[in-house]
């Protein structure tokens, strides 16, 4: 192993070299590191939350809501299925989990078969969402399983993180954490995040925009100016003031989307532009239609946006939202749509705001940490192996720390003060490797064999004990960055990119080296037996 192969100096080189490129931009100032020609690496370390500063949300997922929304829906669809079958329900209420349908005693069994037949939808095989059962001569109850809340809230809070995760992506934050906590809350960082008003609005809103007929009867009208809002209809506020009697079904949702921008409209007012998908298209043109010159209404978190008159029939699949935005205002609202409608709304539990005063404290502790253990360290090797094998140690260990800065940079993983942890476990790790190696050359040497089979042995036989160490502690990295989020993750894989920068340093780069040395040297007797 002492032997200086081609491969083993050109690979060395080429790694010391690619870790120099890649590393170097974190000691430079950012002026110089936009002077920089393009092709060069400019990405220095991505910190993390606790490193940079940044915002912390605790959100809740309003499952109460999103039970609410169900009975709702449940509700609408068991007048349509009634409706559709010539027997309209008397009326429709809601219990706790169910619904109940009131219907004249004389028609209450065949809506009962009917809703038997058409309400319940199973989420599993041989498994239903909703029971269906009589209650007196003229009741039906409609109640939702335990199952089916239950796999609906968790549902919902896994779609909520996903659509979280594409909004904070859409803001063009670094490496957010978005973690479950519990059954139905969720743990947002987002490190170097300056506006953590901004990431609430963004996060907090629904997004859930529908397109629904405004409800123009006069009779209708009078009566929800009396309080007696018509079943099928609801009142809804309009942005800027007022409200509007607005029909209930949803023509078309916004999960028809499939994509929103900005643009301005023949007036020069900043709109909210959309496409809708095949189905959606469909949809809005049989709708517009079928309703010329009546008002149809777009509607986004309950609150109606606009309701234009339909002039003709629009097939094209596309529109757009007026609503006095403005140009951020309208960018924001892109965001959202493109990302998605929440399922259930999200309360915020906790808000912490992380200043970068803090995360410069522990960058600082952090360097001071690192100084004092590479400091300790090398006294003991020099004292321990001399001012040769300990100064060629010391090399080792300064490449690795240049390798795992220049991954790091590279792969823009984040640094946390967890992070800084490993890597301080990472360069006294390398060094247990020369270690091995040095006291296996020692106990050779004693036995009696000449220097250079002495030195060839030290690494063979050691080499065994080194991967068998750093394979077990790659294992221990790989089970905490999938078991893990946050902080846990960005020591996993600090301590992941250490084992290989370590073995190959401690090996690698220590066996050049001191092969070159013996090379130049010849000589007689081992400096540390």
Do not use: C
Request: hydrophobic share 45%.
């Amino acid at each position: 192993m002492m032997q200086l192969s081609r491969w083993k100096i050109i690979v060395v080189v080429a790694t010391v070299l690619f870790g120099l490129l890649f590393a170097l931009p974190n000691v430079l100032p950012a002026n110089v590191r936009a002077g920089m020609p393009g092709f060069l690496p400019k990405s220095t370390l991505n910190l993390g939350l606790d490193l940079q500063g940044g915002s912390y949300l605790l959100l809740e997922v309003d499952t109460t809501a999103l039970q609410k929304e169900k009975l709702n829906n449940l509700s609408e669809e068991v007048r349509r299925i009634l409706g559709n079958a010539g027997t309209p329900p008397q009326g429709v209420s809601q219990d706790g989990k169910s619904v109940i349908v009131l219907m004249p005693a004389d028609k209450a069994q065949a809506a009962f078969v009917e809703l038997s037949k058409q309400a319940p939808s199973p989420t599993r095989a041989g498994t239903a969402d909703i029971n269906v059962s009589r209650q007196g001569d003229q009741a039906i109850r409609l109640t939702y399983t335990d199952t089916a809340i239950s796999e609906t809230a968790s549902g919902a809070v896994e779609q909520s993180i996903e659509i979280v995760r594409r909004r904070i992506d859409e803001l063009g934050t670094k490496e957010p954490s978005i973690t479950r906590q519990g059954t139905n809350r969720i743990v947002v960082q987002a490190p170097g995040e300056s506006d953590p008003e901004k990431l609430k609005n963004i996060i907090g809103k629904t997004a859930r925009l529908t397109f629904q007929m405004v409800n123009d009867d006069p009779d209708d009208n009078r009566a929800a100016g009396e309080g007696a809002i018509p079943p099928g209809s609801e009142v809804l506020p309009q942005k800027g003031g007022g409200a509007l009697l607005l029909r209930k079904r949803i023509e078309v949702s916004g999960d028809m989307l499939t994509h929103a921008g900005v643009g301005t409209n023949q007036n020069g007012q900043t709109v909210v532009t959309f496409r809708l998908n095949g189905e959606g298209a469909k949809r809005f043109a049989a709708v517009t239609q079928k309703n010329i010159g009546k008002p149809f209404a777009i509607v986004l978190d309950g609150v109606v946006q606009s309701a234009p008159n339909i002039q003709s029939a629009i097939t094209g699949g596309s529109g757009e939202i007026t609503g006095n935005y403005t140009i951020q205002t309208a960018n924001e609202m892109s965001i959202l749509l493109n990302a998605g409608a929440l399922p259930a709304p999200l309360n915020v539990e906790e808000q912490r705001t992380v200043g970068a005063e803090l995360g410069a404290d522990a960058v600082k502790a952090g360097q001071l940490s690192t100084t004092v253990g590479f400091v300790s360290i090398l006294v003991f090797m020099l004292l321990t192996y001399g001012l040769l094998f300990g100064g060629v140690s010391i090399i080792a260990l300064l490449v690795n720390a240049m390798l795992i800065v220049g991954a790091m940079s590279l792969t823009q993983a984040t640094l946390t003060l967890p992070g800084i942890a490993g890597l301080i476990l990472t360069l006294a790790v390398a060094v247990d490797a020369n270690v091995l190696i040095y006291e296996r050359m020692r106990d050779e040497v004693r036995a009696g064999r000449p220097l250079l089979a002495s030195m060839d042995a030290g690494f063979s036989r050691a080499m065994v004990t080194i991967i068998d160490a750093n394979l077990t502690t790659l294992i221990a990295a790989a089970i905490m960055f999938s078991a893990g989020a946050g902080p846990v993750r960005g020591f996993a894989w600090t301590l992941s990119i250490g084992v290989f920068t370590s073995v190959f340093s401690a090996v690698l780069i220590t066996q050049v080296l001191l092969a070159v040395w013996y090379r130049t040297a010849r000589p007689k007797t081992l400096p540390i037996a």
